[in-house]
């Protein structure tokens, strides 16, 4: 492989690890992911730093968490200063292209791409595709797809839309949707490329993101009634903080209390058709790599920013601001790397997505900026393992998270509850032992190991050292000495 290889970074949006094949999933349909594992390097347990597209997204783009890029929710961008992965592959000659959607906003999107094809969200409450970007619309209006896109928009607008709870089929053509579209657009750029330069390539699938509205033939694709209702469908949310309860309320603008079982079947059902059309997608860019030969010298990473409740616990989507959730079924994710070269392997050691940002800039023999956070797999992909975690970290705005392999801590700032799940016997975060006197100690031991987390993390970016610019991570590392006698 060149010194300089090619990158495919393909990222889908609100994909379960468990909705994959190559993570055991029997039912859906993931060919092209599950080959893409085959040849490469599988991360069994990867974990998103946050619910939310916008801020894992900037999560993924700068190897750093959201409290310190800025980037805390789906409506705040990460700082000017933040240097993305886009920005860093165009400093040292990448062709960097952007594809699909992006929610990186105006000011990162554009430093951080020599050229983008955007299709923006689906916005499942909007009820026009005006609401599209201009790049997709006017190739929807060309092709005669606009009839399609407003159709499929005005569903937004009717009682069954919402009593459906986002599910329908999708009047857009299968080759016209957003996925399939983006799909087309990276297959272009691979067959536009040149020797002459190395190129980065952001593909971001819109999709399984709701609303559950795939098109044929994938709507049709898996039967309804041999969807894998989860067993805390019905469990009680007793004993748990209240935000959980005041979502399935009407958090998403419905009351998940009045979902059921073939409601949900319905929504999974659709979930899974636009699973397995990403799939086709990773299937097209990845045929296209070898149709031009470059397989040998393209790094292809394949991942998802974060997951999806799915029934879990009666509710569908995911957490937002209001109402932070950080089940594992909104943080596990898949996580794919194939290298030109490498042995194909699974680990099943503890990763976070801020992994996968210093990874790529090894891959491509880049210096990793002392201010990234995460720590490269490049190890993992050539016989050795990553980096050794006990515990994985996310969070919600003020809401912070540890999960270990057993035990996981959920703190609540300034509130007297909060969530302790013991994931050996209860591993679908049913039974919140925080309050048990019994399990006291343990709480309090993993909130010390939490607070010296957020310590750890913290990373100063506006000062000026004149240490050299990773003195913040000199100083945060050294143990404290003993006050001299």
Not at 177 to 187: I, K, P, Q, T
Not at 213 to 233: K, L, N, Q, R
Not at 340 to 357: F, K, Q
Not at 458 to 470: D, F, K, Y
Request: charged content about 20%; glycine content about 8%; aromatic content about 10%.
């Amino acid at each position: 492989m060149a010194s300089q290889p090619n990158i495919i970074f393909i990222l889908a949006d609100q994909l379960r690890a468990d909705c994959v094949g190559c993570y055991g999933n029997n039912i859906i349909r993931t060919p092209h992911i599950d080959a893409l594992a085959a040849s490469g390097s599988r991360f069994s347990q990867t974990f998103a730093q946050h619910p939310q597209c916008a801020p894992s997204r900037a999560v993924l783009m700068t190897g750093r968490y959201p409290h310190e890029n800025g980037s805390i929710s789906n409506h705040t961008a990460m700082a000017s200063n933040e240097q993305t992965l886009g920005e860093t592959f165009r400093a040292a000659g990448y062709r960097s292209i952007g594809l699909g959607k992006l929610h990186l906003f105006d000011e990162k999107e554009q430093s951080s791409f020599d050229e983008t094809q955007l299709t923006g969200g689906q916005q499942s409450d909007a009820t026009s595709p005006d609401v599209l970007h201009e790049d997709y619309k006017s190739w929807l209006k060309r092709h005669g797809h606009w009839p399609a896109a407003q159709a499929a928009y005005a569903i937004h607008a009717t009682d069954e839309y919402w009593q459906a709870f986002q599910a329908n089929t999708n009047p857009i053509p299968a080759e016209a949707f957003f996925d399939s579209w983006v799909g087309d657009r990276a297959v272009e750029a691979i067959e536009q490329q040149t020797p002459d330069q190395p190129f980065f390539m952001f593909v971001g699938l819109p999709n399984p993101h709701t609303p559950f509205d795939c098109p044929e033939p994938y709507a049709s694709m898996y039967d309804p009634v041999d969807m894998p209702v989860p067993e805390t469908f019905g469990a009680s949310l007793d004993g748990k903080p209240p935000q959980h309860a005041a979502f399935r309320r009407g958090g998403r603008q419905v009351n998940y209390e009045n979902l059921d079982e073939p409601r949900l079947r319905q929504a999974m059902a659709y979930y899974y058709g636009a699973v397995t059309l990403v799939d086709d997608q990773v299937g097209k860019i990845v045929a296209a790599v070898e149709r031009q030969g470059m397989q040998s010298n393209t790094v292809i990473a394949f991942c998802s920013d974060h997951g999806e409740l799915l029934g879990h616990l009666g509710m569908l989507t995911k957490s937002i601001d209001k109402y932070p959730m950080l089940y594992d079924v909104g943080l596990h994710v898949p996580l794919i790397v194939s290298k030109p070269g490498e042995d194909p392997a699974v680990h099943d050691d503890l990763v976070e997505l801020l992994d996968l940002c210093p990874t790529l800039l090894e891959c491509a023999n880049l210096p990793v900026a002392p201010e990234i956070q995460g720590h490269s797999l490049e190890p993992a992909l050539t016989g050795g393992k990553p980096h050794h975690r006990d515990y994985v970290f996310s969070e919600s705005g003020g809401v912070k998270m540890l999960r270990g392999r057993r035990w996981k801590l959920v703190h609540y700032p300034s509130q007297p509850y909060g969530e302790l799940y013991d994931l050996q016997t209860d591993p679908g975060e049913v039974d919140n032992l925080y309050d048990l006197p019994e399990h006291r100690d343990r709480r309090q031991e993993m909130t010390r190991i939490l607070l010296d987390r957020l310590i750890h993390t913290e990373a100063a970016r506006h000062g000026v050292s004149l240490r050299g610019p990773a003195f913040w991570r000199t100083q945060r590392a050294l143990p404290f000495e003993d006050a001299p006698k």
